[in-house]
């Protein structure tokens, strides 16, 4: 594939002599505007690519995009690909590394620093060119907002937020009647539980308000104590609740739109001869 002045020149498919029969070595699978991709192309691990899988289709778009970004002027420096490599470093913890022991970590998944780099490299480029198509078509109005709620409604679940201590069967015996608030209890709080969540041990505490507890539950050779802290009822949520997850569901399938678009109008743009 075409590295753009970035990185190490691809190689071209070769051919090599065996016992005097030419075996093939690579091969030219596309060419894309004049660009070579090649077999061992698809092959490669990719950085960006949902359960690794990268089609001839995804290596298309992948250099149409690249190529595109070099119309535009906006592929990155070697700079601001280290940039990134640091960046993914540190998020990862992986900051200590020298290059030659990152890149060992690379090559036992079938990549080097070389191909890592030059896929990063082509993904900034592909971020910069969307961020440049997106910038002013993503923009969501209060207006779409509060329309997509009516035309959404999201409800909140029922749900339980509970306390649960345990006692043995003999403190149990000893303090039958004032366990529940005896003040030596440790008791561990479980947060909020949706109903289809609850233990059936525990469908007890429906019929509960909070601050009660349920009657002891006996558990091999202790008690288990269930205290409800609070409920929450099934509810419409409010758009102040929502409205931000509302914009960022909006924008997305506005930038996957634009995404699409983009990718058409380079392909009907473009010069693609299948070689496979």
């Not at 998020?91 to 090559?107: A, M, R, T, V």
């Not at 997509?148 to 149990?172: D, F, G, R």
Request: net charge negative; proline share 3%; charged share 30%.
């Amino acid at each position: 594939m075409k590295n753009f002045g970035l990185l190490v020149t691809t190689l071209l498919a070769t051919t090599c002599s065996v016992h005097a029969e030419r075996v093939v070595v690579d091969k030219i699978v596309a060419r894309v505007n004049g660009t070579n991709i090649l077999q061992s192309d698809l092959e490669l691990p990719r950085i960006a690519a949902e359960n690794n899988i990268f089609s001839l289709d995804d290596a298309i778009n992948d250099e149409l995009m690249a190529q595109y970004a070099a119309t535009m002027h906006v592929l990155p420096s070697m700079a601001d690909i280290d940039r990134q490599l640091l960046a993914f470093k540190t998020h990862n913890g992986l900051q200590e590394l020298s290059d030659e022991e990152f890149e060992k970590e690379l090559k036992e998944n079938g990549l080097t620093l070389i191909s890592y780099k030059q896929q990063l490299g082509r993904r900034i480029a592909a971020d910069n060119v969307k961020h440049i198509e997106m910038s002013e078509k993503i923009i969501v109005s209060a207006q779409e907002v509060e329309e997509y709620y009516q035309k959404n409604p999201e409800y909140t679940k029922e749900a339980y937020c509970l306390s649960i201590a345990t006692v043995t069967e003999e403190q149990y015996e000893e303090k039958k009647e004032s366990i529940p608030s005896d003040p030596s209890l440790i008791w561990e709080e479980h947060g909020f539980i949706e109903t289809a969540e609850l233990n059936d041990d525990y469908l007890g505490v429906k019929d509960l308000q909070p601050g009660q507890t349920m009657a002891p539950l006996h558990k091999d050779s202790s008690y288990e104590l269930v205290k409800l802290i609070d409920k929450q009822d099934m509810r419409l949520k409010t758009l102040a609740e929502r409205y931000n997850n509302i914009e960022r569901t909006i924008q997305n399938k506005r930038k996957s739109k634009i995404v699409k678009n983009l990718e058409k109008t380079l392909r009907e743009k473009a010069t693609i001869v299948y070689l496979d």
